[in-house]
């Protein structure tokens, strides 16, 4: 099991008094549903999984009076094997999105306290899944946390970097000191790796059994098309699974953009190098939605360098940024990960 901060983030929310219902939000395949039910493993007597999006029968459970007994009993009656026992039963919401009326439960669950409740959603950011909640969210009945792909940090950790050489690292970045060499050699090679395979969990485990590059390639390929066809999927009022074709061919070509936009000198992103049809302001529709999925970051320009920066941004100018590094090499040519290990990152920057 590859380490990860945010389940110290769960100990501390478990043990916080009074915690509210829990939604993790974040890219897909990022590893929320095994991190989640591994903390249930550890931390509860009992767990009770819904797949929400896998398992539209266990719907109806939360379409009546937001009773929790009711609810119990619904899904008890669809899951034979869910056992639920005041303080010592984890309910885990996954895909949460694609069941509006569960999130709307979530405060009832909070009222009624007897059971923790944690859910996970690859798509609660984006259009669509957030316009059709009947019976309201629950603000206020709500914690909220985000989960991203392995940090550097936590990918030398699995490594097996102890965490003296972290505090060594920082001590000499604080006091202004050189870092010794041995140490600056080894820690730059390890972050040359970890640009070529990224956080994508799968990818990580696939370059830590293997040291195959080929392999992890293939990998972050299968992972990057298995967001890709979630594309421009969406909710309906009436609770139907539907794809939004236009939007769904305007973020493919912006994700294919990519590339190109952060090779060229002019970093600026520029929706004339996105082979859609469109004007730029519809363009625009498919680099929003693949921010809103957590597939891209964007770093906007400034006026100037004063406090607060947010007062300061230009926000028609920005660069986009694959959130993971891994996914980004594997839409380049098959020689650019020998390139990024030999140290020569100086002719692409992206």
Not at 307 to 333: C, R
Request: charged content about 25%; hydrophobic content about 40%.
């Amino acid at each position: 099991m590859l380490y990860r901060s945010i389940t110290d983030d769960l100990v501390k929310w478990k043990e916080k008094k009074g915690h509210h219902p829990l939604v993790i939000r974040g890219l897909r395949q990022i590893g929320k549903t095994y991190i989640v039910r591994e903390f249930a493993k550890e931390n509860y007597a009992y767990a009770v999984y819904l797949d929400l999006r896998a398992n539209t029968r266990v719907h109806a459970a939360f379409e009546g009076d937001f009773t929790v007994d009711q609810m119990v009993m619904a899904i008890s009656a669809v899951k034979p094997d869910a056992y639920f026992e005041p303080g010592r039963t984890l309910l885990i919401l996954d895909e949460i999105q694609d069941c509006p009326d569960a999130r709307s439960s979530l405060k009832y669950w909070d009222i009624d306290g007897r059971y923790d409740v944690i859910a996970t959603g690859s798509f609660l950011g984006v259009k669509g899944f957030r316009q059709i909640y009947r019976r309201g969210i629950p603000v206020g009945y709500e914690e909220q946390m985000t989960m991203y792909p392995l940090t550097f940090p936590e990918f030398l950790k699995n490594l097996g970097v102890g965490d003296g050489v972290m505090d060594l690292i920082e001590d000499s970045i604080e006091k202004k000191k050189p870092i010794p060499t041995a140490v600056h050699e080894s820690i730059k090679s390890y972050y040359l790796q970890y640009l070529i395979v990224g956080g994508m969990p799968e990818a990580v485990n696939i370059f830590f059994t293997t040291h195959d590059v080929n392999r992890v390639r293939s990998v972050q390929t299968q992972i990057l098309e298995s967001i890709r066809d979630d594309f421009g999927r969406y909710v309906d009022k009436n609770g139907a699974q539907k794809v939004n074709e236009v939007l769904k061919l305007r973020a493919e070509a912006c994700l294919m953009s990519l590339p190109s936009q952060l090779a060229k000198e002019y970093k600026k992103f520029q929706y004339s190098l996105v082979k859609a049809k469109g004007h730029s302001t519809e363009k625009a529709d498919g680099l929003t939605y693949l921010e809103d999925v957590g597939l891209v970051y964007r770093a906007y320009n400034i006026r100037e360098i004063s406090v607060p920066l947010a007062a300061q941004k230009i926000n028609s100018e920005y660069k986009a940024y694959l959130a993971d590094t891994g996914l980004l090499i594997s839409l380049l040519d098959i020689g650019t990960a020998a390139k990024v290990l030999e140290g020569d990152i100086s002719s692409y920057k992206g």
